[in-house]
Nanobody, 115 residues
Framework: QVQLVESGGGLVQPGGSLRLSCAAS????????MNWYRQAPGKERELVAR???????NYADSVKGRFAISRDNAKNTVYLQMNSLKPEDTAVYYCNADHLGVPFWGQGTQVIVSS
């Protein structure tokens, strides 16, 4: 199996920055798309950012210009740089990866944006 472990979450003031990491381990043969989702209390889980193996990216409208997704294929790791954070960014952030057509999920990391 493939395991995904997120890190980097925490409490930050509005306007601050955080960098999330997600490292994949296990029996990895090939990882295609890697994604960041988030889910706030009382809301549906939403796709925040996606990066394909070749480096192409997509972002939710709410985070465009503020967040940046990147990946290191040699390390099987995906990152999410979050800048100009807003209270509405508060959520549990989940890493997701497509391994041989099968999706895997991390346990999530909490991000709280509050003064």
């Amino acid at each position: 199996q493939v395991q995904l472990v997120e890190s980097g979450g925490g409490l930050v003031q509005p306007g601050g920055s955080l960098r999330l990491s997600c490292a994949a381990s296990g029996r990895i043969f090939s990882i295609n798309d890697m994604n960041w989702y988030r889910q706030a209390p009382g809301k549906e889980r939403e796709l925040v950012a996606r990066i394909i193996r070749g480096g192409g990216t997509n972002y939710a409208d709410s985070v465009k210009g503020r967040f940046a997704i990147s990946r290191d294929n040699a390390k099987n790791t995906v990152y999410l740089q979050m800048n100009s954070l807003k209270p509405e960014d508060t959520a549990v952030y989940y890493c997701n990866a497509d391994h041989l057509g099968v999706p895997f999920w991390g346990q999530g990391t909490q991000v709280i944006v509050s003064s």
